[in-house]
């Protein structure tokens, strides 16, 4: 059962920096893929960067590109979500997600293919 633990959320200010973690364990496939999607209030859930265990393929939304960065640390089975220059409409509850197997890399762009989730952790950008 592969399970997920969050940490990094918090509250900052316009233009600055958080950096969301996410532990990783019960993995079985041999590909698989770990991301981020995030849902802000009233609006749906949304992929925001992935990265692949294989070869480090990594994907991000347009809206975060330059922003945002995406690692992985094999030896920790944690992936890391660097978020520079924050902005109020990044306000929302990120959720850490992997798809496994065949396929994933392009299932986990929606959250319908997303096979397993975190618990979220809130970021919040507001002065």
């Known amino acids: 059962q592969v399970q997920f633990v969050e940490s990094g959320g918090g509250l900052v200010q316009p233009g600055g920096s958080l950096r969301l973690s996410c532990a990783a364990s019960?993995?079985?496939?041999?590909?698989?893929?770990i991301g981020w999607f995030r849902q802000a209030p009233g609006k749906e859930r949304e992929a925001v960067s992935c990265?692949?265990?294989?070869?480090?393929?990594?994907y991000y939304a347009d809206s975060v590109k330059g922003r945002f960065t995406i690692s992985r640390d094999n030896d920790k089975n944690t992936v890391y979500l660097q978020m520079n220059s924050l902005k109020p409409e990044d306000t929302a509850v990120y959720y850490c997600?992997?798809?496994?197997?065949?396929?994933?890399?392009?299932?986990?762009?929606?959250?319908?293919?997303?096979?397993?989730w975190g618990k979220g952790t809130l970021v919040t950008v507001s002065s």
């Open positions: 997600a992997a798809a496994l197997g065949l396929g994933s890399w392009v299932r986990i762009r929606q959250a319908s293919g997303v096979d397993y």
């Open positions: 019960g993995f079985t496939a041999d590909y698989y893929v």
């Open positions: 990265v692949s265990n294989s070869f480090g393929r990594t």
